[in-house]
């Protein structure tokens, strides 16, 4: 492998491309019209995921913070680009007569303004999963390993105490908690071929 695919800083460029591609690509999928209808793109435990990669794929401490952090928040610019770029509203065709740049310097402060919640939520998010991947990497501690798998697994019943019931359909539920009981699983079975080789 040469010095510049090892190198910290190419590490979180490729995670950063890898998140933003993420957000572009969920936000494509349809939400649905109904009321009470769970969106896919509204799953928490993958953003968690990337960072806990974005993580484990680097040496140093500081720069699995840094690459979990940036990571998330990428995949949350690029689920909400959209809005800032495509998603015009029912002015659409007058606002298209408008320049793009124009357009961008008149949206670009209500914009921020409305993802830095999230943005927010991903920094540290991305934190405290890409330490929890750093962790995982160096010491194969069972709690920095199952971090993700319960993000997956106790997503259902945040969102069912979030909103007073378990929103439908339920078959995203049932997937969601059988990947979370996998990596649980492999975390505990590549947990046991680090201490049987030690």
Not at 9 to 25: F, I, K, M, P
Not at 165 to 175: K, Q, R
Request: net charge positive; aromatic share 14%; with cysteine.
């Amino acid at each position: 492998m040469s010095s510049i695919a090892r190198a910290p800083a190419v590490r979180v460029v490729a995670c950063v491309l890898v998140g933003l591609a993420y957000g572009l690509l969920v936000s494509r999928i349809p939400s649905p019209r109904a009321v009470g209808v769970f969106w896919v793109g509204n799953l928490s435990a993958p953003w968690l995921a990337l960072a806990f990669v974005a993580g484990w794929l680097q040496r140093p401490r500081l720069w699995a913070a840094t690459a979990g952090m940036l990571t998330d928040v990428a995949a949350i610019v690029g689920f909400y680009l959209h809005f800032l770029l495509v998603d015009l509203g029912p002015h659409g065709p007058f606002l298209r007569a408008i320049p793009m740049p124009t357009r961008l310097a008149d949206s670009i402060g209500p914009w921020l303004g409305f993802i830095a919640p999230w943005v927010g939520y991903a920094v540290v998010a991305g934190l405290v999963f890409g330490l929890s991947g750093w962790w995982w990497r160096r010491s194969r501690s069972l709690v920095a390993g199952a971090v993700v798998g319960l993000a997956f697994v106790l997503e259902p019943w945040a969102w069912a105490v979030y909103d007073g019931h378990l929103p439908h359909p339920y078959v995203i539920w049932i997937a969601e908690v059988v990947v979370g009981l996998a990596a649980l699983a492999w975390v505990v079975a590549a947990r046991q071929v680090t201490q049987a080789q030690s």
